[in-house]
Nanobody
Framework: QVQLVESGGGLVQAGASLRLSCEVS????????YAWFRQAPGKEREFVAT????????DYVDSVKGRFTISRDNDKKTVYLQMANLKSEDTAVYSC????????????????????WGQGTQVTVSS
């Protein structure tokens, strides 16, 4: 059974930092690329960041570049999203997703490319 379990969300003030974690089980962790998406109330799900299988490539939505960092720990089978200088517009439910790929596959922002999803963790930023 494949499981992606997010944690680390919470209520913070603008300017604060949070680190989200996504623990993965039920798959061979290193065979997958991972991504974070978010969905704010009344809005569509939005791509936030993705990291390649090898961890050497990443991609971010423009609104978080320079503030968020995605990383992975293959030994711990965990994907992280370090978020700094949080803004009220970052308020959303953050979900991680897994995509089985080959090592040379390009990064993807498309939700349809991801096979497995977590339930999400709420991040609320007060201004």
């Amino acid at each position: 059974q494949v499981q992606l379990v997010e944690s680390g969300g919470g209520l913070v003030q603008a300017g604060a930092s949070l680190r989200l974690s996504c623990e993965v089980s039920g798959v061979t962790f290193s065979y997958y690329a991972y991504a974070w998406f978010r969905q704010a109330p009344g809005k569509e799900r939005e791509f936030v960041a993705t990291i390649s299988r090898g961890g050497g490539k990443s991609d971010y939505v423009d609104s978080v570049k320079g503030r968020f960092t995605i990383s992975r720990d293959n030994d711990k089978k965990t994907v992280y999203l370090q978020m700094a200088n949080l803004k009220s517009e970052d308020t959303a439910v953050y979900s991680c997703a897994a995509r089985r790929t080959i090592l040379t596959a390009p990064l993807s922002r498309d939700t349809s490319d991801y096979s497995y999803w977590g339930q999400g963790t709420q991040v609320t930023v007060s201004s």
